[in-house]
């Protein structure tokens, strides 16, 4: 697959480009920021959105999960992404602030780790193995302190900065806890300073959103994940990520709609209306995990009917999530299924994080 081109590239090509809503007069921009890794999908929506609706303005960003959440509170943007769902202390600071939002999944993505592409020693590792790598009390300094017939070679880690969504998922999902994480790893801000920093470091190794792993393929040696429930080795794909096989590395993404917004600048609700509608397509493009078209039924149906609030409840990164608990929530907050009979195909069917 071609690579992705830099990320500030990207935010800086995005931000520039001037799309119109419907009834273009107002002038008004809406402002999307929040997630990189939902970022891709959001930026397939307002490229498409371009071409469909000239006249309007949007600007999109991409400063991270928990950065994003902060200027959304600042009432600073009109729509932000997310690769958690919002966590308590955030709802503190939202109703502080006076801010009501729509939560509004739209696809899934994994967590991929990572080496360099000339690593020939390491497949696969446990999640107890990468949690003796990654916890806070960590004493893994050589690959060989990971196994013993691993080389005796200095391990070198990069991953997300604590401004990431993909950073509280990963802790907690490995570590147990939300930012327990050894603190001499290298930080960085968007994925593709992560996927640079391992993709040039034979002895690195790195967590990292699964599309900036498939766009850089070439450059990278991917490593499967062992949940220790008897399942094995399995390696994070659009297939595995769908079915609810690679775990706990597997996660909903969202965006986030100011209530306030919608009713004050009148090219929010068309942008959101365009994104939801055209979501499978965006998500695939963006090479991450769609949901069934009734699922997206059911994401309108919470946009149109401006349900409020997180089906989370605060709750923040949410290991295991799948496709059949995402539309129990949806249902028991105020959104109900087509059918049951959908319900049931899409639980079973396609399962993921």
């Not at 890794?37 to 959001?42: A, R």
């Not at 996660?251 to 209306?273: A, G, S, T």
């Not at 997206?296 to 999530?321: A, C, H, K, W």
Request: aromatic share 8%.
């Amino acid at each position: 697959m071609a690579s992705m081109p830099p990320i500030a590239l990207s935010a800086l090509l995005v931000a520039s480009m001037m799309l119109a809503g419907c009834g273009g007069d107002t002038g008004q921009t809406v402002r999307v920021d929040g997630s990189s890794t939902v970022f891709p999908i959001s930026r397939a929506a307002v490229t498409d959105y371009q071409e469909e609706t000239p006249g309007a303005r949007v600007i999109a960003g991409n400063s991270g999960t928990s950065a994003g959440f902060q200027r959304f509170f600042r009432g600073e943007t009109d729509v932000t992404g997310a690769s958690r769902p919002i966590r308590e202390d955030e709802l503190r600071r939202a109703e502080e602030a006076g801010i009501e939002f729509i939560e509004l999944p739209i696809g899934y993505d994994g967590i991929t780790v990572t080496t360099h592409p000339d690593n020939d020693f390491v497949s696969c590792l446990t999640v107890s193995e990468l949690n003796a790598i990654w916890e806070d009390e960590s004493t893994v300094e050589q690959w060989s302190d990971i196994r013993d017939d691993f080389p005796d070679k200095e391990l070198r880690l990069y991953g997300r900065s604590s401004a990431s969504g993909t950073y509280d998922y990963f802790t907690e999902a490995i570590n147990g806890e939300r930012g327990n994480i050894r603190d001499d790893y290298n930080a960085s801000s968007t994925d593709n300073a992560t996927v640079q920093g391992v993709s040039r470091d034979e002895r690195g190794m790195a967590f990292f959103g699964l599309s900036y792993y498939e766009n850089n393929s070439d450059s990278l040696h991917l490593i499967a994940v062992d949940n220790e429930q008897g399942e094995g080795c399995v390696e994070p794909t659009q297939e595995t990520v769908a079915n609810g096989t690679y775990q706990p590395l597997a996660r909903p993404e969202f965006i986030y709609v100011n209530i306030d917004r919608l009713e004050q600048n009148p090219e929010v609700e068309p942008f959101v209306q365009h994104y939801i509608e055209n979501a499978q397509r965006f998500v695939r493009q963006a090479e991450y995990i769609p949901f069934e078209s009734e699922v997206y039924d059911l994401v309108m149906q919470r946009f149109d009917n401006r349900v409020t609030g997180s089906m989370f409840e605060g709750s923040g990164p949410t290991i295991g999530v799948r496709i059949g608990d995402l539309l129990e929530r949806m249902n028991a907050s105020g959104t109900s299924a087509p059918s049951d009979s959908t319900n049931a195909e899409t639980d079973s069917t396609n399962a993921g994080s």
